[in-house]
Each structure stands twice: as structure tokens, then as C-alpha cells.
């Protein structure tokens, strides 16, 4: 699996091609970046069979519903999402284009659906954990219980080769793994859940 990054818009954002060589795709969070998006799937040759989103805010969406139309591609996002989306998914759920399988996990915390997809040892994290920092909890469905969860639950478990993509270019590197994150990022220190919320709300 081959992976495309694109930092698109003047909110330092991440949009994500995952492809192989049966020219299938994914792309994750086409935020502001449907005609680079575009470009290079022309480019390469890829047929886009879905798009991944990783929560609902509009810096993410923007142009999902363009790209899904110029495409054919249907819109992924949890099940929970107010979006308007063609495949809803739950923790766990898995989808497949070519040789390529996403697993998502649904990672509450910085919105109620947000969620990372797993794909070949790459995690494509939105705005749940960032290079260096995680999201913000303080906007309508945030929780710092919740990303306690999310953070310590369901990502700082994965293997420390995990190659980590966020959703901004808000880091000192564009990408990371779970092992340096777990080592470097302040927010992953070791910590209780109080200990956390407390840490998070102030």
C-alpha cells in the first residue's frame, strides 16, 4: 500500500490517498483539497472507492460531497456522525477495495464520532491524536473521559511501529509512529483518568 499525503488549506490540514496497484483507493479527510485529490487520482491512474471521514467538523468534510460526486466514491463516517454519509461504521468495521482493508476505530473524545482508520500498520487519526499533541476537547461533544479512553484504550495499545498520520500539520514532522508518540508527546504521558480530565480541562 502506497500512501499520499496532502497538506490542503489554511488550516495546515492532512488529506490522505491510500492506494495499491490494482489502482484502487481510499482517501481520508479530503477537507479543501478535492481538485489535488482529483489531480493526483488522475495522475496515478486510481479508481476511489471510498472516502474515509474522521469526524464531522467542517475542516475535515468540506469538499466530500464534491469529491464523492466527480468520483463515484461513497462517504464513510461513524454511525453516529451528523453528516451526511453513505456508509456508516461502527468500532471494529472493516471495509475493502482492492488489496487494501480499513479498520476503523471509533475514538470519541475530541467529537462523539470520531474515529481512526487502521490500514497495513498506517493510522490515520483526524484530530484524535496529533504529532506531538492530541485534540481539543472543549468543543461541543468533547470529552476528556472520553479521549482518555480513545488515547490510552484503543491507540497507545497498538504496536509501536505504527506509523501515525494526523489530520494537521500542527507537529515538528509531518508523520509519526506510536512509539515515538508515546515517548515524545506530553499528553500520552502516564497518567490516572482524573489525573487526565483534570490535566485536560485546565
Same mark, same amino acid.
Given at each position: 500500500?502506497?500512501?499520499?499525503?496532502?497538506?490542503?488549506?489554511?488550516?495546515?490540514?492532512?488529506?490522505?490517498?491510500?492506494?495499491?496497484?490494482?489502482?484502487?483507493?481510499?482517501?481520508?479527510?479530503?477537507?479543501?483539497?478535492?481538485?489535488?485529490?482529483? &489531480?493526483?487520482?488522475?495522475?496515478?491512474?486510481?479508481?476511489?472507492?471510498?472516502?474515509?471521514?474522521?469526524?464531522?467538523?467542517?475542516?475535515?468534510?468540506?469538499?466530500?460531497?464534491?469529491?464523492?460526486?466527480?468520483?463515484?466514491?461513497?462517504? =464513510?463516517?461513524?454511525? &453516529?456522525? +451528523?453528516?451526511?454519509?453513505?456508509?456508516?461504521?461502527?468500532?471494529?468495521?472493516?471495509?475493502?477495495?482492492?488489496?487494501?482493508? =480499513?479498520?476503523?476505530?471509533?475514538?470519541?473524545?475530541?467529537?462523539?464520532?470520531?474515529?481512526?482508520?487502521?490500514?497495513?500498520?498506517?493510522?490515520?487519526?483526524?484530530?484524535?491524536?496529533?504529532?506531538?499533541?492530541?485534540?481539543?476537547?472543549?468543543? +461541543?461533544?468533547?470529552?476528556?473521559?472520553?479521549?482518555?479512553?480513545?488515547?490510552?484504550?484503543?491507540?497507545?495499545?497498538?504496536?509501536?511501529?505504527?506509523?501515525?498520520? +494526523?489530520?494537521?500539520?500542527?507537529?515538528?514532522?509531518?508523520?509519526?509512529?506510536?512509539?515515538?508518540?508515546?515517548?515524545?508527546?506530553?499528553?500520552?504521558? +502516564?497518567?490516572?483518568? &482524573?489525573?487526565?480530565?483534570?490535566?485536560?480541562?485546565?
Amino acid at each position: 500500500m502506497q500512501i499520499k499525503q496532502l497538506k490542503v488549506g489554511r488550516m495546515l490540514n492532512f488529506s490522505y490517498v491510500l492506494y495499491v496497484e490494482s489502482r484502487r483507493a481510499f482517501c481520508v479527510d479530503p477537507s479543501y483539497g478535492s481538485t489535488e485529490i482529483q &489531480s493526483f487520482l488522475r495522475e496515478a491512474d486510481l479508481k476511489l472507492d471510498y472516502i474515509l471521514l474522521t469526524h464531522h467538523h467542517f475542516d475535515h468534510v468540506d469538499q466530500a460531497q464534491e469529491l464523492a460526486q466527480k468520483t463515484g466514491s461513497r462517504v =464513510v463516517a461513524h454511525k &453516529s456522525s +451528523p453528516y451526511n454519509y453513505d456508509v456508516g461504521v461502527i468500532d471494529g468495521q472493516r471495509l475493502r477495495a482492492g488489496e487494501i482493508e =480499513v479498520i476503523t476505530l471509533h475514538t470519541p473524545g475530541h467529537t462523539k464520532d470520531s474515529v481512526c482508520y487502521l490500514s497495513n500498520g498506517a493510522l490515520f487519526t483526524g484530530d484524535t491524536l496529533f504529532v506531538g499533541e492530541c485534540g481539543r476537547v472543549d468543543l +461541543p461533544g468533547g470529552s476528556a473521559s472520553e479521549m482518555y479512553d480513545s488515547l490510552f484504550g484503543k491507540l497507545v495499545v497498538l504496536p509501536d511501529d505504527t506509523r501515525v498520520y +494526523p489530520g494537521h500539520d500542527y507537529g515538528n514532522r509531518p508523520y509519526s509512529t506510536i512509539g515515538i508518540e508515546k515517548a515524545a508527546n506530553y499528553v500520552l504521558r +502516564p497518567r490516572s483518568k &482524573s489525573e487526565f480530565e483534570r490535566f485536560m480541562n485546565n
